[in-house]
Nanobody
Framework: QLHLVESGGALVQPGGSLTLSCEADGLYQYAVGWFRQAPGKERDPVICISSSGGSRERLDSVAGRFTISRDDGKDTVNLRMDLLKPEDSGIYFC??????????????????????????????WGQGTQVTVSS
């Protein structure tokens, strides 16, 4: 059973950068997504990486600013966030994707198409890490 743990959240100024990490034993087998939840709002998908690392899905609003990568030797998935904006603030959660391709490998669902419904395609949610972008 996966137990995902997020870390790296902090207070950062607009335009700044931050790297979040998601760790779990056995995480290398799974596609992993990051979600963001602002105060009083639902959990939105942000970005996802397949188990092979060869495929990524991301929201259009973070294209060119957010990068997801994985270090399978450390069972870790990292989210590098650059050019941060106040609207990027929230609790960031990572989770494992339920979706598989024809070979059985875990892949990312189409998060841009699914929107908030994408959360139903993930499991083993971590506790989250707080990111605040403010001057």
């Amino acid at each position: 059973q996966l137990h995902l743990v997020e870390s790296g959240g902090a207070l950062v100024q607009p335009g700044g950068s931050l790297t979040l990490s998601c760790e779990a034993d056995g995480l290398y087998q799974y596609a992993v997504g990051w979600f963001r939840q602002a105060p009083g709002k639902e959990r939105d998908p942000v970005i996802c990486i397949s188990s092979s690392g060869g495929s990524r899905e991301r929201l259009d609003s973070v294209a060119g600013r957010f990068t997801i990568s994985r270090d399978d030797g450390k069972d870790t998935v990292n989210l590098r966030m650059d050019l941060l904006k106040p609207e990027d603030s929230g609790i960031y959660f990572c989770a494992a994707s339920k979706s598989r391709d024809w070979s059985g490998a875990y892949i990312c669902p189409p998060i841009n198409l699914l929107g908030r419904a994408a959360a139903d395609e993930f499991f083993s949610w971590g506790q989250g890490t707080q990111v605040t972008v403010s001057s």
